[in-house]
């Protein structure tokens, strides 16, 4: 597969003159997926069930929902109705099964992701672009290029929203070289036919038809049939069955496919650098016209600091970090060296539920002081509010970060939420760590031009000797022993395993907290789990601590990410997970590197048996884990925040 190019083609909206394209396309040899709906709410008319049953009889057919919803904008219920019922109506306008989905809009929430897995469709594209590689998530299928004659602020603006830099800069700035449609088209296809991958073209038959493109086509589709043999030629459905074939037949082939996850973060920080050092610009000088750039956050985290210095080195911005406390007391963190100017302010907060509320004044003071251009504010305890406020007094742009997810604030108060909604009505832009903060975001309305991410995440590399270490432990919890992380349950599903299996099981809990003398009770009367308590590990420890495991646990009952998740994919750990984390659905996968369930002991204890006595699911978990978290890396997650910083200004 290394170097050979794949060609497919889908397109979306079930309109009419989808039976053109499909003309076009068996012209010159190509296959084509038409993800269609029943109906259209926006008014387009769409194909009649005896037009899509025939053109069915050549090509693959997809849902689209029952009549294009956009699944953001519905309930959970309608959501599933419209995936459910595309399915089945089609199915019994074609008269035999329907395996493919596509997300009106081109995006789904880990939520609608579940309902599609669960309506049992094999696959579900989305309008993600300029990927070549196989999809290791069948869910989540990528495209190249949607055949329109975008602006390039466009491509950009998508490529800066959708991360993954890294692996998709190249083919960008191939797009960016010229506006012309056909240019680009040959360009990329060039591209992939020398290097290998998948090249995914996607579109709507209407637009064709909108700015005229059919003769553009048909020279396209010449070019394209010139140039990729008939073996190449597949359907978004066999595209996905190559993934799938190849993950576990072919493990050593997909590793070697572009994008190969071992280098990922290379590619990252290179090509993340490269802009930054594009010519004419002077690395890790700032200019005196640099805008200042301050951060209030309550204290310095070991997955944030890194991030810190490398926002520091872009010579774009003069970043400052103010931070409302050294330390929290239930947090004992080792921290690398800061390489970027902070403030610590007076001590003074108060604790709610466990939960550390922070009130200081003096960040007025230390505002004024510095006198920024942009505010980033990293929560609403007062202390954040008072910098706000701030921003808005001295006509400062003010951006919002948050690691919160629509799970994690469903139980706010109506004070809280309001509060919320004036800070945003009156921010630039919005920094998210996740897809499940950009939702929460859209959730008060927030438009997707203004959302930026920036990823909670480790230093990846430091994990991949882990992969490969001696095995001493069946199953491992990390992170604080506290309540919300439900440490007690990793014991309760430890013993059932030994029942299950027939042998002893050990498990090893890393870290400290209020719950720990419970929890050591609990083990000293465990009847057949071996549990071995290593207490708070340093950031040197922990590779060595996710290598000597086979499984990680991760019970929680609410975490708006989960950093600890970071560390065991990157460690090639399959993970068992509750649904309650932010890291679902993206890093953490249910039947790609996971197993999501509720927290329950027989399901959970179910899912250990399979891994621990399935090798070969075990495999292609353990593979698909670093490739998940491999775009997740330092340089991604300062680059987001180097972006809507300059777009607040822009």
């Given at each position: 597969?290394?170097?050979q190019?794949?060609?497919?083609?889908s397109w979306d909206?079930?309109?009419?003159?989808?039976?053109?394209?499909?003309?076009?396309l068996?012209?010159?040899?190509f296959q084509?997926?038409?993800?269609?709906?029943?109906?259209n709410r926006e008014?387009?008319?769409?194909m009649?069930?005896?037009?899509?049953r025939?053109?069915?009889q050549?090509f693959?057919i997809g849902?689209h929902?029952?009549?294009?919803?956009?699944?953001?904008t519905?309930?959970?219920?309608e959501a599933?109705r419209?995936i459910?019922?595309?399915k089945?109506?089609?199915e019994?306008?074609?008269?035999?099964?329907v395996s493919?989905?596509c997300?009106?809009?081109?995006?789904?929430?880990?939520?609608?992701?579940?309902?599609?897995?669960?309506?049992?469709?094999?696959?579900?594209r989305?309008?993600?672009?300029?990927?070549?590689?196989?999809?290791?998530d069948?869910?989540r299928?990528?495209?190249?290029i949607?055949y329109?004659?975008?602006?390039?602020?466009?491509?950009?603006?998508n490529?800066?929203?959708?991360?993954?830099w890294?692996p998709?800069?190249?083919?960008?700035?191939?797009?960016?070289?010229?506006?012309?449609l056909l240019?680009?088209l040959?360009?990329?296809l060039?591209?992939?036919?020398?290097?290998g991958?998948?090249?995914h073209?996607?579109?709507?038959?209407w637009?064709?038809?909108?700015?005229?493109?059919?003769?553009?086509?048909?020279n396209?589709?010449?070019?394209a049939?010139?140039?990729?043999p008939?073996?190449?030629r597949?359907?978004n459905?066999?595209?996905?069955q190559l993934?799938l074939?190849?993950?576990v037949?072919?493990?050593g082939?997909v590793?070697s496919?572009?994008?190969?996850?071992p280098l990922i973060e290379?590619?990252?920080?290179?090509?993340h650098n490269?802009i930054?050092?594009?010519p004419?610009?002077a690395?890790?000088t700032?200019s005196?016209?640099?805008?200042?750039?301050?951060?209030?956050?309550n204290i310095?985290a070991?997955?944030?600091v890194?991030?810190?210095?490398?926002?520091?080195a872009?010579?774009?911005?003069?970043?400052t970090?103010i931070?409302?406390?050294e330390r929290?007391p239930?947090?004992p963190?080792?921290?690398?060296p800061f390489?970027f100017?902070s403030?610590?302010?007076?001590e003074s907060f108060?604790?709610l539920?466990?939960?550390f509320i922070?009130?200081?004044?003096g960040?007025?003071?230390?505002l004024?002081?510095?006198?920024p251009?942009?505010?980033i504010?990293?929560?609403?305890n007062?202390?954040h509010l008072y910098?706000?406020l701030y921003a808005r007094?001295?006509?400062?742009?003010h951006i919002?970060?948050?690691?919160g997810?629509?799970?994690s604030?469903?139980?706010?108060s109506?004070i809280?939420?309001?509060v919320?909604?004036?800070v945003?009505?009156?921010s630039a832009?919005?920094?998210?760590?996740?897809d499940?903060?950009?939702d929460?975001?859209?959730s008060?309305?927030?438009?997707?031009?203004?959302l930026?991410?920036s990823?909670?995440?480790?230093?990846?590399?430091?994990?991949?000797?882990?992969?490969?270490?001696?095995k001493?432990?069946?199953?491992?919890?990390c992170?604080?022993l506290?309540?919300v992380?439900?440490?007690?349950?990793?014991?309760d599903v430890a013993e059932?395993?030994?029942a299950?299996l027939?042998?002893r099981?050990s498990?090893?809990f890393v870290g400290?907290?209020?719950l720990?003398?419970?929890l050591r009770?609990s083990?000293?009367?465990?009847?057949?789990?071996d549990?071995?308590?290593?207490?708070f590990a340093s950031q040197?420890?922990?590779p060595?601590?996710y290598?000597s495991?086979?499984?990680?646990?991760?019970p929680?009952?609410?975490d708006p990410w989960?950093?600890?998740l970071?560390?065991?994919c990157a460690?090639?750990l399959p993970v068992?997970?509750?649904?309650f984390?932010?890291?679902?659905g993206?890093?953490v996968?249910?039947?790609?590197?996971?197993?999501?369930?509720?927290p329950d002991?027989?399901e959970w204890?179910?899912a250990a048996?399979r891994?621990?006595?399935?090798?070969?699911?075990?495999?292609?978990?353990?593979?698909?884990?670093p490739?998940?978290?491999?775009?997740?890396t330092?340089a991604?997650?300062a680059?987001?925040?180097?972006?809507?910083?300059?777009a607040a200004l822009?």
């Amino acid at each position: 597969m290394e170097n050979q190019a794949i060609f497919t083609t889908s397109w979306d909206d079930g309109h009419p003159l989808d039976a053109r394209v499909a003309a076009l396309l068996s012209r010159h040899g190509f296959q084509g997926t038409f993800y269609m709906p029943l109906s259209n709410r926006e008014g387009l008319p769409v194909m009649p069930p005896g037009e899509m049953r025939r053109l069915g009889q050549g090509f693959e057919i997809g849902s689209h929902t029952i009549d294009h919803c956009y699944l953001k904008t519905v309930g959970a219920a309608e959501a599933r109705r419209q995936i459910v019922g595309g399915k089945s109506q089609i199915e019994q306008i074609l008269g035999h099964r329907v395996s493919g989905f596509c997300y009106p809009g081109g995006y789904g929430t880990p939520e609608h992701r579940q309902m599609v897995v669960d309506a049992g469709y094999d696959y579900a594209r989305t309008t993600a672009n300029f990927f070549r590689t196989l999809s290791v998530d069948p869910f989540r299928m990528p495209t190249m290029i949607q055949y329109c004659n975008h602006k390039r602020r466009v491509f950009v603006r998508n490529f800066i929203r959708q991360g993954e830099w890294g692996p998709r800069y190249d083919l960008l700035r191939i797009a960016l070289r010229s506006s012309d449609l056909l240019f680009r088209l040959r360009a990329l296809l060039d591209y992939v036919c020398l290097h290998g991958g998948v090249f995914h073209l996607w579109g709507h038959s209407w637009e064709l038809e909108a700015f005229d493109g059919w003769r553009q086509m048909d020279n396209f589709l010449r070019y394209a049939a010139e140039r990729i043999p008939a073996g190449g030629r597949l359907s978004n459905r066999e595209v996905q069955q190559l993934a799938l074939r190849m993950a576990v037949e072919q493990p050593g082939v997909v590793d070697s496919l572009p994008g190969k996850i071992p280098l990922i973060e290379d590619i990252v920080t290179h090509s993340h650098n490269e802009i930054r050092q594009a010519p004419g610009t002077a690395a890790h000088t700032k200019s005196q016209f640099a805008p200042k750039v301050v951060l209030v956050t309550n204290i310095p985290a070991p997955y944030r600091v890194p991030v810190y210095n490398r926002i520091a080195a872009d010579s774009r911005i003069d970043f400052t970090a103010i931070f409302c406390a050294e330390r929290e007391p239930n947090r004992p963190w080792d921290l690398e060296p800061f390489k970027f100017k902070s403030v610590v302010l007076r001590e003074s907060f108060a604790t709610l539920h466990g939960r550390f509320i922070h009130n200081n004044l003096g960040v007025l003071r230390q505002l004024k002081a510095i006198d920024p251009d942009v505010v980033i504010t990293s929560g609403f305890n007062p202390t954040h509010l008072y910098a706000f406020l701030y921003a808005r007094l001295h006509g400062c742009k003010h951006i919002c970060w948050t690691d919160g997810t629509l799970t994690s604030e469903r139980n706010l108060s109506a004070i809280h939420k309001r509060v919320r909604r004036i800070v945003f009505r009156r921010s630039a832009a919005f920094i998210g760590s996740s897809d499940g903060s950009f939702d929460l975001y859209r959730s008060y309305g927030i438009a997707n031009e203004r959302l930026f991410k920036s990823h909670l995440c480790v230093d990846n590399r430091r994990f991949r000797h882990a992969r490969t270490q001696p095995k001493r432990y069946d199953l491992l919890f990390c992170g604080r022993l506290v309540q919300v992380k439900d440490p007690l349950f990793a014991i309760d599903v430890a013993e059932r395993v030994t029942a299950l299996l027939g042998r002893r099981v050990s498990l090893l809990f890393v870290g400290s907290g209020e719950l720990e003398s419970q929890l050591r009770a609990s083990a000293a009367s465990a009847t057949g789990a071996d549990v071995t308590f290593h207490g708070f590990a340093s950031q040197a420890e922990l590779p060595g601590l996710y290598g000597s495991a086979r499984i990680f646990l991760f019970p929680t009952s609410w975490d708006p990410w989960g950093v600890v998740l970071n560390e065991a994919c990157a460690a090639g750990l399959p993970v068992i997970a509750t649904p309650f984390a932010g890291a679902v659905g993206e890093i953490v996968q249910d039947g790609v590197n996971a197993f999501v369930r509720n927290p329950d002991v027989e399901e959970w204890a179910a899912a250990a048996q399979r891994l621990l006595t399935d090798e070969q699911l075990y495999e292609t978990f353990a593979r698909n884990s670093p490739q998940l978290v491999a775009g997740h890396t330092y340089a991604a997650a300062a680059a987001g925040v180097i972006d809507a910083s300059l777009a607040a200004l822009a």
